[in-house]
């Protein structure tokens, strides 16, 4: 069985810093692309950060991009979000999702989904 678990997720205040991770279980992350995804209130899902297969190749969306680093870490067989500066506009439910191959930052490329964090800027 493959699954992709999320966790890290909170309430935070404008300005403050959250750190996500995934972790994998049943494969391992090192040779699949892996993609952070998001999804607001009343908004479509939509691609956050997502990091490439052994390349180390990155993606970040405009509105993350210079706030959120994405990075792996083999030994743990995880992918980490650092989320810095954080927005009310950032509140929504954060996924973790995997590919079986090589992918860019688009819904469709990813096989498996993890359940969700809630991240929550609020003051």
């Known amino acids: 069985q493959v699954h992709v678990v999320e966790s890290g997720g909170g309430l935070v205040q404008p300005g403050g810093s959250l750190r996500l991770s995934c972790a994998a279980s049943?494969?391992?992350?090192?040779?699949?692309?892996i993609g952070w995804f998001r999804q607001a209130p009343g908004k479509a899902r939509e691609g956050v950060s997502c990091?490439?297969?052994?390349?180390?190749?990155?993606y970040y969306a405009n509105s993350v991009k210079g706030r959120f680093t994405i990075s792996r870490d083999n030994a743990k067989n995880t992918v980490t979000l650092q989320m810095n500066r954080l927005k009310p506009e950032d509140t929504a439910v954060y996924y973790c999702?995997?590919?079986?191959?090589?992918?860019?930052?688009?819904?469709?490329?990813?096989?498996?989904w993890g359940q969700g964090t809630q991240v929550t800027v609020s003051s």
């Open positions: 999702a995997a590919s079986r191959g090589e992918a860019m930052c688009i819904i469709g490329e990813y096989d498996f």
């Open positions: 049943g494969f391992t992350l090192d040779y699949y692309a």
């Open positions: 990091i490439s297969t052994t390349d180390g190749s990155t």
